[in-house]
């Protein structure tokens, strides 16, 4: 896989290069990702363990948590762990599969997020024939052609990656390894692979966004055909689901739509969205929904009484 290069690893600066600080984002980043992992297990267990909870939306829910668990454990363990280190190298291939698995689960979720936004849609503008369009099986396959899509997207940021000659410059100003920052490293001409790069990430992020707020815009102005309780039900999920995708799609759309220019304040809206956005995620959806509550204590009811009877 050292293709076209004399690198065979890379040295990650990080966050920073203080050592107290260093020791500050080790405590922090542990709490965020054992948070994120708590959080989304307790939906995945949730949806799982309860009959209440069968619906197309947890279906897809499920999926969703599965690729924030995923995508955040692509970055965070190695991110603690570079920390406590002095020298934090990554070897030429493990950077590699980082590229492959933070894209592949980045866009698995995106394709998550449209199938939520399709299942709203079918649900509030066309819900006589929301068991036939959403059947099980039609949602099998959606999930199953998101899969297909992301790995898709995924080998292309490979084949990108892979094109790039390195030829001795192996400081990456940043805690992963990303396209962006190793353009930067390229001892050649990068403006077709950058424009490749944002023609394919890019273009992933800013249509799907605007594909996500076009599709809640028409389903929020059904609404008012509907009645008050109606209403108040499906604006609230719809609110969780719009605020997800704006806190998830601001930070992705800043840094994959624009000219290979990094700022300082990049490696921050990257923690923004592979450690933040997995971690707000559950409590969203727990917060702001009423079924997944009370699935949540009937949980932890059975929990309690089967340990009591021990």
């Not at 939906?43 to 897809?60: C, D, N, Q, V, W």
């Not at 934090?88 to 698995?108: K, P, R």
């Not at 692979?193 to 890019?202: A, E």
């Not at 008012?224 to 999920?237: D, F, I, P, V």
């Amino acid at each position: 896989m050292k293709l076209n290069n004399n690198v065979t690893e890379f040295i990650l600066l990080g966050l920073t290069q203080d050592p107290v600080r260093k020791k500050i984002v080790f405590v922090t980043f542990l709490l965020l990702y054992l948070g994120t992992l708590l959080g989304n297990f307790l939906i995945i267990t949730t949806i799982k363990t309860s009959r209440a909870l069968e619906g197309p939306m947890y279906f897809f829910l499920f999926h969703l948590s599965l690729s924030d668990t995923c995508f955040s454990t692509s970055i965070a363990p190695r991110m603690i762990m570079d920390a406590l280190l002095k020298k934090t190298a990554i070897s030429f291939n493990e950077c590699i599969v980082q590229v492959f698995s933070f894209h592949f689960f980045g866009c698995l979720e995106i394709f998550i997020l449209i199938l939520m936004a399709v299942d709203r849609y079918v649900a509030i503008c066309k819900p006589l024939h929301y068991t036939t369009i959403m059947s099980h099986r039609v949602c099998c396959v959606l999930v199953a052609v998101a899969w297909v899509g992301s790995c898709v997207h995924s080998l292309a940021q490979i084949f990108l990656a892979l094109s790039l000659p390195f030829c001795g410059p192996n400081v990456i100003d940043h805690y992963l390894c990303d396209l962006q920052p190793l353009l930067k490293l390229a001892c050649a001409d990068t403006y077709v692979t950058n424009l490749l790069l944002v023609s394919n990430s890019g273009a992933i992020c800013t249509v799907s966004f605007a594909v996500l707020m076009v599709s809640y815009v028409v389903i929020l102005h059904s609404l008012r055909n509907h009645s008050a309780e109606g209403r108040r039900k499906a604006l609230s999920t719809c609110i969780s689901h719009i605020i997800v995708v704006i806190l998830f799609f601001g930070p992705c759309i800043f840094i994959y739509t624009r000219p290979a220019t990094t700022f300082p304040m990049d490696k921050m809206i990257a923690v923004f969205y592979t450690l933040g956005t997995p971690l707000i995620n559950p409590l969203i959806y727990t917060l702001r929904n009423a079924e997944v509550k009370n699935a949540m204590r009937k949980l932890w009811s059975k929990k309690v009484i089967s340990d009591d009877k021990r």
